[in-house]
């Protein structure tokens, strides 16, 4: 009867609107910088190396966190609640992205792959209707159709300034469909837990899995060559600070302030995604900018409150 009993533990916080803006910049300028990271770090490591070591070293950056929670018994309910909706998550929204964005990055401009991105709230409405049973707005519907007349144009024109119809591209969307279904499922499942509980034990389990997979590599022996210092920082980079402390960032401020107002990062990524190919000497031709343009407008309509 105690364990049915019990209430899992629920982070209780006052709203605080500088410092969600504050945490909302330091999300964008990290998210937004992680393209041109996979860029650089693809340069040493292969696809598999590069996704399975952002995901491991951003397990083991929540180690110490996992070892302390594990004793506490609130914590101890909550997985025993909430593992399946944890391991779901860590598969959805990092485990297999992470491989989809390496892919692509490795065969797209790091611009093309930020501006891309920018389409995970429209596949959050999406997937909230289709498997969640959440409503349209009418706003919303016109957000989607814009969203994807936009995504249209990133995938067939943008790559290349003429029409192409590029494969790599649709990895991206694939992944901001599981990013879609990830924030759904969060909303619904872990929304309750702190953002320290609910982001280390989602890498608990997948993090293991992607450390395993990595070391049977020869990532060590490329990892230690004189030419792999920036490459391996990447790596650290996406590991540690783009998925392990963003994506707690992120949590906290749905909590400081609302989702919509977390999911309003999508506007900035593709910004700072495009300064970053500009400052590598990436062509980005006039379609992105149009397709960007079209896509913020469709998301900004599928966030709209009114």
Known sequence: ????????????????????????????????SSFIMMKKALGAFTVQQVASGRIFFA?????????????????????????????????????????????????????????????????VLLTGTLLFKQQFKANQVWGILLGFAGSLILVFFSATGTFTINGYAFLVVLATVMYGINTNLIGKYLSHLPALVATPWTFAFVGPIAGIFLLSTDFIS????????IPLGAVLFLGIMASGITSVLFIRVVQLASGVFAASVTYLIPVVAVVWGLFDGEMIYPQQYLGLTISLLGIYLVNRQK
């Open 222 to 229: 490329r990892a230690v060559a004189a030419d792999a210092l």
């Open 59 to 123: 397990f083991l950056f929540f180690v110490p966190f996992l070892v302390v929670q594990a004793r506490q018994p609130d914590v101890q309910l909550a997985l025993r609640r909430r593992w399946l909706a944890l391991l779901a998550s860590g598969v959805l929204g990092f485990l297999l992205p992470a491989f989809l964005f390496a892919e692509a990055g490795a065969h797209l401009s790091s611009s093309l792959s930020g501006t891309l991105n920018s389409l995970s709230p429209l596949f």
């Open 1 to 32: 009867m105690t364990e049915t009993t019990t209430p899992e533990p629920v982070l209780v916080t006052q709203k605080r609107p500088v410092l969600a803006w504050v945490l909302l910049t330091c999300m964008a300028l990290v998210w937004g």
